[in-house]
């Protein structure tokens, strides 16, 4: 990303310098009197696209979004030298909210086609001679392309990584059933272990007997639980494992279409015997010792890591925008915890974070999520709760905490308080704002004496 940006800049400054200073006036002029039309039209066409108004609502589009792209026509039109990494932050802020929100890359591609159609006519109507609007339509349409370039740069770059974490989150979630997961495989891997068996034992054509690469649980190792597991070394052994248990069975076949001779057909069936539990060993291993917090979960507190945050919230938006149901954040923070361990140790710090986690645990519905948010910090997405709700949920998180009290190493019982940031979804897409909004809420109630919980309100800034 480094380079190429430093690429684009230097192609942009390119642009503006090689362009004279009486076109740049003109593009100036096409910005001021145009953007506030364009903008216009341009969202006047986007809301008839059905995927537009998953991300999109009327009103966000009439109190933000319409002004913001005035803004940026006329910015990025009027672009001098001076401008570009400003620019360039701007556009590559835009592609990071793009790639949060989860915005269609043909959606912005249909935009920008909008614009730049409507932008033709407005260029050939302005007064001027024919070459000198030629050349301002040359400069406008490649200061577009090069703002919207470096838009859909870091979008891509932004979409590959949080589509990682929702593969991450899915292979997360799979893990919370990985119990069940693990004896379905295990079993799998002994089926076809029985069915070599009594193809052996039959004395049957070996030929019917299926490659373990070929069967259920072969097939399943391959596309699925390397995959879960990867960048584990046991992964490989399974692999080289089935690889060479494939081998053994080609060549046996190879040698022998049929076991008449008693100890080939003894041999055989212990490398198979052999391969098959070192394989279940292997496996058993790994779902037992990929335990939850490496994949998904915080190490101390065993809620679930912020880096799902995006994956969560973006399932949930839609969910919200879709059915009108409520969702609500609580940021929560331990009042005064550098006291606590600066007083009493670090250990004594961490043993109240277990405990208050254990109490946001129980408080809160199989339905919602808890997150460890940062050091003392908390961050809980409450799904179909009014607004009284999430405060009483919040006032019952904070008069809980209080009552759990910690030994400290000289065997006093310590307490703590909390205080909660609150705030219900609004219907922007992006997640960021709600967190936000209770980040204010949280900053207030700080700010009001701690040990409390407060509900965001806009007319009541921090
Ligand atoms: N024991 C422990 N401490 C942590 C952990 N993570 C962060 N901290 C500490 O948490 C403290 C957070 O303190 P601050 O956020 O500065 O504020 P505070 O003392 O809680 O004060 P207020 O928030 O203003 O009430 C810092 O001292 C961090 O070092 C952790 O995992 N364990």
Not at 32 to 46: C, G, H, K, P, V
Not at 240 to 252: M, P, R, S, V
Not at 315 to 330: D, K, P, Q, Y
Request: charged residues 25%.
């Amino acid at each position: 990303m480094q380079s190429y940006v430093a690429r684009v800049k230097e192609e942009w400054l390119g642009l503006i310098r090689e362009t004279e200073p009486h076109i740049h006036e003109m593009a100036r002029g096409l910005g001021e009197d145009n953007a506030r039309n364009l903008s216009e039209i341009f969202y006047t066409n986007i809301l008839t696209d059905p995927q537009a108004v998953d991300f999109l609502t009327n009103e966000q589009v009439e109190t933000h979004l319409k002004k913001s792209l005035v803004m940026w026509l006329k910015r990025v039109l009027s672009c001098s030298e001076n401008d570009v990494d400003e620019l360039i932050a701007i556009q590559q802020h835009v592609g990071e909210i793009h790639a949060r929100i989860g915005i269609p890359i043909q959606l912005v591609d249909m935009g920008a086609r909008i614009l730049k159609r409507n932008l033709i006519p407005l260029i050939i109507e302005r007064s001027g001679s024919d070459s000198d609007k030629i050349k301002l339509l040359s400069f406008s349409l490649s200061s577009i392309d090069l703002a919207l370039e470096i838009m859909a740069r870091t979008f891509t770059f932004g979409e590959s990584s949080s589509m990682k974490e929702d593969e991450n989150y899915r292979i997360f979630s799979l893990l919370e059933n990985a119990e069940e997961e693990k004896e379905r495989q295990l079993g799998s891997l002994l089926s076809w272990e029985m069915d070599v068996m009594y193809n052996v034992m039959l004395e049957a054509d070996l030929d019917s007997i299926q490659l373990i690469s070929r069967a259920d649980f072969g097939l399943w190792f391959n596309h699925k639980g390397r995959h879960y597991f990867s960048g584990i070394a046991e992964v490989g052994y399974i692999a080289k494992l089935i690889q060479e248990t494939d081998q053994i069975l080609l060549k046996t076949r190879e040698a022998s279409r049929t076991f008449r001779q008693k100890n080939l057909r003894n041999d055989f069936m212990l490398q198979i015997k052999n391969n098959t539990t070192q394989i279940a060993a292997l496996l058993r291993g790994l779902f037992d010792d990929v335990s939850k917090h490496e994949v998904g979960m915080d190490v101390l507190t065993k809620l679930l890591n912020r880096r799902f945050l995006a994956a969560i919230f973006k399932r949930e938006i839609t969910h919200a925008n879709r059915s009108g149901t409520n969702l609500s954040v609580l940021l929560i923070d331990v009042d005064k915890f550098k006291e606590i361990n600066d007083g009493h140790g670090h250990a004594t710090g961490d043993d109240i974070l277990r405990k208050i986690s254990q109490v946001f645990y129980d408080n809160v519905r199989s339905s919602d999520y808890v997150f460890r948010y940062g050091g003392d910090e908390f961050l809980i997405v409450l799904t179909e709760a009014t607004p009284a709700e999430t405060m009483h949920i919040a006032e019952r998180i904070r008069a809980k905490a209080t009552k759990q009290a910690v030994t400290t190493p000289d065997g006093k019982q310590l307490t703590t308080t909390l205080s909660i940031g609150a705030a219900m979804f609004q219907g922007h897409p992006d997640y960021e704002r709600l967190v936000q909004a209770a980040d204010e809420a949280l900053y207030i109630a700080k700010r009001n004496g701690r040990n409390r919980a407060e509900m965001y309100n806009p007319n009541n800034k921090a």
